[in-house]
């Protein structure tokens, strides 16, 4: 497992030295997509991150997912129960290295909207 993570890191280091470009990334406003998996809950979502401020360190973000749970139902079957979530956070960016890779810690509130399966 270890070994494959250190591939997976050096894979990725590699391949965005690669598609680097001559400019530095945007600190504009944002937007995203991402698929994911919270403990076995598989999710779609879309975020918008605003325009840097504070000497171009911190960003609010606002992220909405779509989640499934995989839960036995009342038969014992394997079923597969939507909810959702919504998240609003403050970015602060430590460090941007080589113009296309940039480190930053992400903190703030999670609201939860459950099924009323569950």
């Given at each position: 497992m270890k070994k494959i993570a250190i591939l997976i890191i050096v894979f990725?280091?590699?391949?965005?030295?690669a598609i680097a470009q001559d400019q530095?990334?945007?600190?504009k406003m944002g937007f995203g997509f991402q698929l994911g998996q919270y403990q076995r809950d598989f999710n779609l979502g879309v975020?918008?991150?605003?325009?840097?401020?504070?000497?171009?360190?911190?960003a609010i973000r606002v992220k909405a997912n779509y989640l499934w749970n995989?839960?036995?139902?009342?038969?014992?079957?394997m079923t597969w129960?939507?909810?959702s979530n919504v998240?609003?956070?403050?970015?602060?960016?430590?460090?941007?290295?080589?113009?296309?890779?940039?480190?930053y810690g992400e903190g703030g509130v999670l609201f939860l909207f459950p099924s009323a399966e569950f």
């Open positions: 990725s280091g590699v391949t965005m030295a530095n990334l945007s600190k975020n918008i991150t605003s325009p840097y401020f504070m000497n171009e360190r911190l995989e839960h036995p139902d009342t038969n014992a079957e129960t939507p909810y998240s609003v956070g403050v970015l602060s960016m430590a460090k941007e290295i080589g113009g296309f890779l940039r480190l």
